[in-house]
């Protein structure tokens, strides 16, 4: 039985892990976990590791075509139904990068549209410029297009959770000696 732990860096909050063995074509096994894909061998040593936390296509399961030597990733945990395919003769078989499909690719280019149609809208004569502003909690800056929009303005906030390791010299000019506060709590694992 082969025991693998992953790395640190790559921990991710409700990630989801799918592995398969990929034997008789390789003698590895590979799995998922979040947006990392690992290739260890058969005892557990990692041999190659790819893809991004929280990025690329994250599969509902890994199932190996061991007649066509093809790893086969189901769907998308977002909400997709395409099946995806490694070419295990590749000696870089895990390297490939899938673009979604199917019913992911149709949800992309749905909210594409409602970002286009937002960007086009006019309101009508009779409804005022809102008096609030409206917050929208992301580390993204506003676009360009979007401040050419003349609707209500727009505070961006960043949401921030500290953490031990969290320099404080900010939050102290904010909050005062409050911010020095450490978490009393045992370490989470």
Partial sequence: IAKFIGSHKHKQRYAHVYGQSLQPVRDEVAFQYGGILYVTDTEGKLLQTGGEKHRGVIFND?????????????GQIGGDNTVYRFDL???DWWKTEHQLSGRGAEVEQNLEMLYEQALNFKAPDYQSKSSKE??????IRELPEVEKLDFADIQFVKQVSMQENTPRDELVSVVGEMALKRDGRMRYD
């Fill in 62 to 74: 890994l199932a190996l075509d061991a007649r066509n030597k093809q790893l086969l990733g189901g």
């Fill in 89 to 91: 003769s590749d000696s």
């Fill in 134 to 139: 409206w917050v929208m909690l992301t580390s």
